[in-house]
């Protein structure tokens, strides 16, 4: 093969078949490796452009490239683009007819294809890579290749196989190089990736994971008042469209329904997406969000894969994500127009409890796989046959299976039915290990939420461009406090700064001291709770004064961690007399918080006398409430009430099984009451009601309307 790779030539392909002026930061290095035949690990975030880092190439080496990516929609969506280019292209999945696979095979062996992309499985099928090894290939992507680490959160076994087919489809001189893609990958992640996939003296190119128009905000809300605090953000519409990541399925839910029926009177086209709906509901939020017609999407981690979204403005995280990974993958689909986006991340320690539940459901206790890998035998058993006898209930089951197959204890086929047979002993240490490793992942989050440094520093460097991570990104929560949105800082008390000022002398002629001896140091700040030490020293971090390191000693054999202090030249400079401005971290600004059914209603004062809010303009404000009927949950009602409450009450029974949701997601007890009482007539009687919105008008307004009228289709006034 010659190989033309002369920078005019790659400017010229670049130009010519994909229409681009000038590559961006880093592509050109990485085409140049990849048409001199280098194998490369490619990490880059989302948006950076790494497709074209391995399409170029294929289309300078010329013959066909071989393209592995773990999701249909990312395939078609990219299949698309390049047919659109005018190029060759094929693909190959479960989601297409036998006669297109047929004909993508056939189209692969005469040459005439460009680009073919296939789904890791799809190797397993016998004959496949026998097949794909007639011809030479001119390279194999392997797209979001982090799935091909059990350390990467998205696992996939499937990509784990990758390596054992590779030799095979790349044997012989001028072999085709193998590109890994992926825009998540840690040292750990990166290291496997490497020695999973056999690469060949491979070149690892990680930059730009800084993201210059994300503003991260990180803020403690209580679990109560996160639903209300959306809903309130992204009442404004220069905050959407948006998406909401929610901790579970039910949350999704509950939290869309919210939102597309909130109290402020403005309805947001809200929908939530999920693993648990049904591919067309799905496929549904999907298009209706990518077209623009719904605003916000609230999701389970599910969600986003295959989203191309360019002009998304805000995400926002409902609670703790279980991985720091995870969590700038997701915040990483704001804002790729390049428009300034904010991402907003809610926690408050009851995320840690839900995080140790779900750690329990997703690593089970090792007795649990034990238990099934005690029933599997040589010869195949049906996996429903199994499940059936297993004293385990069926979810427990499906989950020790699929960990004991991950990790080799179990072997599938896939015949229909499944069957299976047991695997190797070796799952158990992997199992563990792999568990542990998830426990420390999450405690890597807890940090991220409780450090004073900059947002975007601290991620750079957790990805391991360490080179990247000094310098500060001016615009999330810890660098701009006062351009915060959601998170409250308030000016310190007089108390306060003497406590810095305290602080200050306390450390000066130390190189460092530990922010624990440090404050048992200080009698005022041992009163403190360790909570509200920590606001100070952020505080002090904040305004320049002393800056915070991350440290750990091992004791006993234990790692122990602990943050050094120690004074900058600012704070060395600090006398007596000077006058000190301290911003600490003070909770969420008025203007969001309370409960959700609180909103509109008169506010509770939060800002008590002393408080300085940095916005003085919004705290306290409260907000004109919508003309809701006052309703009292406990008010009592008439006979004739009565009985309507209780036929209402029924038939919210019935709504709710048919939605596969609990009842109060239909409707709340003091709205049944409230119905009884007034017994609207109309739609506009009806959104009168406190907790019906206009979307709870559309979907339930004539079935209520039939029941206050007395049975369905009688007294319907002004319905349209
Ligand atoms: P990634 O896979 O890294 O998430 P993509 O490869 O999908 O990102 O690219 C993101 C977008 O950037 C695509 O719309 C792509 O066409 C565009 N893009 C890539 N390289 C360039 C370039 N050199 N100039 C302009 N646009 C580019
Ligand atoms: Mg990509």
């Not at 404004?236 to 939102?259: C, D, M």
């Not at 305290?502 to 404050?519: D, F, M, N, P, S």
């Not at 406990?634 to 038939?651: D, K, N, Q, S, Y």
Request: net charge positive.
């Amino acid at each position: 093969m010659t190989i033309p790779s002369n920078s005019d030539v790659l400017a010229g392909l670049l130009r010519s078949v994909f229409g681009f002026a000038r590559f961006r930061v880093g592509q050109e290095a990485v085409c140049r490796a990849a048409i001199k035949g280098r194998d490369l690990l490619l990490v880059m975030p989302t948006g950076a452009g790494k497709s074209l880092c391995y399409q170029l190439p294929a289309i300078a080496r010329g013959g066909t490239a071989l393209v592995i990516s773990p999701l249909i929609a990312l395939m078609e969506d990219q299949a698309a683009k390049l047919a659109a280019l005018g190029l060759r292209v094929a693909r190959i999945h479960s989601g297409l007819e036998r006669g297109v696979a047929r004909q993508a095979c056939a189209d692969y062996l005469n040459g005439s294809l460009q680009f073919l992309f296939i789904a890791p499985e799809r190797l397993r099928v016998p004959g496949f890579a026998q097949m794909l090894a007639k011809r030479k290939l001119a390279l194999i992507a392997i797209d979001e290749a982090h799935c091909i680490s059990q350390w990467g959160h998205d696992f996939r076994p499937d990509y784990r196989m990758l390596g054992q087919y590779l030799p095979g489809l790349r044997a012989g001189a001028d072999a085709a190089p193998v590109l890994a893609l992926t825009a998540t990958a840690t040292p750990t992640v990166q290291a496997d990736i490497l020695a999973q996939l056999g690469m060949v003296e491979p070149v690892k190119f990680i930059h730009g994971f800084r993201r210059e128009n994300l503003a991260i905000e990180v803020v403690e809300v209580p679990v109560p008042e996160r639903a209300g605090a959306i809903a309130r953000l992204l009442a404004e519409p220069g905050r959407r469209p948006a998406i909401v990541y929610a901790t579970s399925r039910k949350n999704a839910e509950r939290l869309a329904e919210e939102l597309s029926d909130t109290a402020w009177g403005r309805r947001i086209a809200a929908a939530a997406y999920h693993a648990g709906l049904d591919a067309e509901t799905r496929e549904r939020v999907q298009t209706g969000f990518q077209a623009g017609e719904l605003e916000v999407v609230v999701a389970t981690i599910a969600f986003g894969m295959g989203i191309d979204k360019a002009d998304i403005r805000t995400v926002i995280h409902a609670g703790l994500p279980a991985t720091l990974e995870g969590y700038y993958q997701e915040i990483g689909r704001a804002g790729r127009d390049g428009g300034m986006s904010r991402t907003y991340l809610m926690h408050s320690y009851a995320d840690q409890r839900t995080h140790d539940f779900f750690l329990n459901r997703d690593y089970p206790p090792v007795g649990q796989l034990m238990e099934v890998f005690k029933a599997l035998r040589e010869e195949a058993q049906p996996v429903e046959e199994l499940r059936v006898g297993s004293r385990l209930g069926e979810e427990e089951f499906d989950k020790a299976l699929e960990k004991l197959e991950i990790h080799g204890g179990a072997r599938m086929d896939f015949g229909s039915p499944r069957r299976v047979t047991v695997g190797g002993t070796g799952w158990k240490k992997t199992y563990a290990v792999q568990a542990q490793y998830r426990a420390e992942q999450f405690e890597k989050v807890l940090r991220f939420t409780t450090q004073n440094e900059c947002r975007m520093a601290a991620l750079v460097r957790h990805f391991g461009d360490v080179e990247d991570a000094s310098r500060p990104c001016g615009v999330c929560d810890v660098c701009d406090p006062a351009g915060a949105v959601l998170r409250l800082f308030r000016r310190a008390a007089a108390a306060e700064r003497e406590l810095a000022r305290a602080i200050v002398e306390e450390l000066r002629g130390v190189a460092y001291k530990a922010a624990g001896t440090l404050q048992r140091s200080l009698g005022g700040a041992a009163r403190m709770s360790r909570g509200e030490f920590d606001g100070l020293l952020g505080a002090m971090a904040q305004a320049g004064l002393i800056e915070m390191e991350e440290a750990e000693y091992e004791k006993d054999g234990e790692v122990r961690r602990f943050r050094k202090v120690r004074l900058t030249d600012a704070g060395r400079e600090m006398r007596a007399g000077n006058p000190v401005e301290l911003l600490i971290s003070d909770g969420i600004v008025e203007e969001f918080s309370g409960r959700v059914e609180a909103a509109g209603r008169a506010k509770k004062g939060k800002a008590a006398a002393g408080k300085e809010a940095t916005k003085p303009g919004l705290a306290g404000a409260g907000k004109a409430g919508t003309a809701k009927a006052e309703t009292a949950a406990a008010a009592r009602l008439p006979a004739e009430g009565e009985a309507l409450a209780a036929r209402i009450r029924e038939w919210r029974g019935a709504e709710a099984k048919r939605l596969r949701v609990p009842a109060y997601v239909v409707m709340h007890d003091r709205t049944v009451t409230a119905l009884a009482q007034t017994r609207p007539r109309s739609p506009k009687e009806l959104l009168a009601i406190d907790g019906i919105g206009p979307a709870k008008v559309e979907k339930f307004g004539e079935a209520i309307l039939g029941l206050c009228a007395g049975g369905p289709g009688e007294g319907m006034q002004g319905w349209p």
